[in-house]
């Protein structure tokens, strides 16, 4: 389907995938060949694109519910991966590094401000000054900022941060795969011997891969590209999950684990605006696992502390929570109150591109902010792991379009500036500079405000009164959901108890997922599944293991359940037998 002219500073960059879903029950996957629909008349019409076959036409017809139309996408094309858990952590990326020094800096800064962090990603040189690498397509490492990679990596490990390099240069007609048995003429495009060039760095505990660019390659290049990353990673460690970042793809890309950012788009309120619908309708595309560049890639004028914070927020509620761009002082959640700007990084951006005001970079409000929603992502990562478990299984993406749980709903099938993260919390992101209150639409029902959770009747659009500190959050009445203690890093070990919050003025149920978060062993039945189930009417709680799922260490487990807006908890003991609680 065409659209016109995209601008791509606006919106990002565009994945082909050949899949229109109506919010009337319908969907439609062309699997080949690629072309034109108009359906504006009372027939529809479909063009081949020039070049392209026109003897038949490969069409799949979906009909159903929206859950049946998510599912039947996911059959078609290959159900979403489950990820590492640390993926769903917070990544701070950089650009210019200076030298050693500069890099660990940020490190410790990271670990001694007490801001979680997982994974820190490093661009590589030539669309920086100084990266990890040497140059565009090279896989030595610079040695200003990774003198020693081995024991470099091994330090950033020990401080518990992953580390993910930045790769471009990739051939540009892709084929085959990592496992092809060495051909008898050499061919610079098979993927085999692209991957090799990775594997030689590989070794030394790299976490993950950044593959940049792209959209040059074919629609079945590209998915060789991402398929090397999935399959690649798993021969040298069979057993951990990969991960891979990519900025291109196409339809099954989410089947080979890829994850996908919005490229190289501009730092601007019209861009924050507009990518909330971008990522509702990616998540829609069958692509779960999204973001963008925190704060925008392509500093503006627009470029201030609030608009950072505004964008961090809507981050946190990001499958992919990543900062990401230039100049990179200003993606770092300290950036904003150092009083320098650090490397301009400039050679190269658009005319549009200017440095921010000097004056912003005393903002003391700025650091706080990113802290209250790091923490913020971290406590949720129990409901937000449930969810990818969910996605994994269904299909139903993480960031849903409101019309999925509400088709019957005009005003739900209207709105693209809001969405629900899973089925019970509604994230209505400020998108408007200097606002002091955000209109949203809340669906039917009771919903709860979850800053203050008081309660508020759905079926109706109102104003929510914000300061720069709150992003509107309600969570929907018969919803159970657990929150975790807060931690540096995902790994990170802690006896304060999971809590389970009660949110009551209907039945309700949630599935608390969980697996070790690194190993493929949940294929193979080591994960735990705890469904939590509330009756309204007696105001009980009861917790039972699943079937199909095991009790996992540390045993028995207990939580503290509570039911909105009271404080008062309850301590539940669950040994793998059937508890109930009335609260």
């Known amino acids: ?55 038949s036409l490969d069409l799949f017809i979906v009909a159903g519910d929206p859950t049946d139309l998510m599912a039947e996408y996911a059959r078609l094309t290959g159900f979403p991966t489950m990820p590492p858990l640390w993926t769903l952590g917070y990544q701070q990326s950089h650009r210019t590094v200076a030298d050693r020094n500069a890099m660990f800096k940020i490190a410790r800064q990271l670990r001694e401000k007490k801001l979680p962090c997982d994974a820190l990603i490093y661009l590589g040189t030539g669309w920086c000054p100084s990266g990890w690498n040497t140059w565009h397509g090279s896989f030595t490492f610079n040695d200003k900022v990774f003198p020693d990679p081995d024991r470099d990596i091994k330090e950033l490990h ?166 990401h761009g230039r100049p990179s002082q200003t993606r770092l959640p300290w950036g904003w109150n150092t009083g320098e700007l650090g490397e301009p990084e400039m050679d190269g951006a658009p005319k549009e591109s200017s440095l921010p005001d000097l004056t912003e970079l005393r903002n003391p409000k700025v650091e706080p902010i990113c802290r209250k929603y790091l923490e913020l992502r971290y406590r949720l990562m129990p409901y937000l792991y449930s969810l990818v478990r969910e996605t994994h299984e269904t299909g139903m993406p993480i960031m849903r379009a409101l019309w999925l749980h509400y088709s019957d709903d005009p005003n739900a099938i209207s709105r693209g500036d809001e969405y629900l993260w899973g089925r019970n919390l509604l994230v209505a992101p400020v998108i408007e500079k200097g606002a002091t209150a955000r209109k949203l639409y809340l669906p039917r029902g009771t919903w709860y405000d979850f800053w203050t959770e008081a309660k508020v009747e759905g079926g109706q659009e109102f104003s929510r009164e914000v300061d720069l500190e709150t992003m509107p959050l309600y969570v929907r009445a018969g919803s159970i959901l657990p929150l975790g203690p807060i931690k540096q890093h995902t790994g990170e070990k802690s006896d304060e108890l999971t809590a389970l919050a009660v949110y009551p003025g209907a039945d309700a149920q949630f599935v608390l997922y969980e697996d070790d978060g690194t190993t493929f062993d949940f294929q193979k039945g080591e994960f735990m599944k705890i469904r939590c189930e509330w009756k309204d009417r007696i105001r009980e709680l009861t917790l039972q293991l699943e079937k199909d799922s095991k009790l996992l260490p540390p045993a028995p487990r207990k939580f503290k359940a509570r039911v909105a807006p009271s404080t008062e908890t309850r301590e539940m003991t669950f040994d793998g037998k059937v508890v109930k609680a009335r609260l």
């Open 1 to 55: 389907m065409r659209t016109g002219a995209l601008n791509l500073a606006l919106n990002g960059m565009r994945v082909p995938v050949p899949w229109l879903i109506g919010t009337s029950g319908w969907g439609l996957y062309v699997n080949r060949p690629r072309g034109e629909f108009d359906l504006t008349g009372s027939e529809g019409r479909y063009t081949p694109f020039e070049g392209e076959p026109t003897a």
């Open 158 to 323: 020990s401080k518990n941060f992953k580390v993910i390099l930045h790769v471009v240069g990739e051939p540009q007609r892709l084929f085959g795969s990592v496992n092809d048995v060495p051909s008898s003429v050499a061919d610079v495009n098979e993927i085999r011997d692209y991957w090799e060039k990775h594997n030689a760095i590989s070794h030394l505990g790299v976490d993950g891969w950044w593959p940049d660019v792209g959209e040059r390659l074919s629609d079945a290049s590209r998915l060789a590209r991402i398929r090397m990353y999935w399959e690649g990673s798993q021969r040298d460690r069979p057993n951990v999950r990969p991960y891979a970042l990519h900025r291109t793809g196409y339809a099954g890309m989410q089947r080979y684990g890829g994850w996908l950012w919005s490229g190289d788009v501009n730092s601007t309120w019209d861009t924050l605006r507009t990518h909330v619908a971008v990522g509702i309708n990616t998540s829609l595309s069958g692509v779960p696992h999204w973001g963008t560049d925190i704060g925008g890639f392509y500093s503006t004028k627009e470029l201030t502390g609030e608009l950072f914070v505004r964008w961090f927020q809507f981050g946190a509620f990001s499958p992919l929570f990543r900062s």
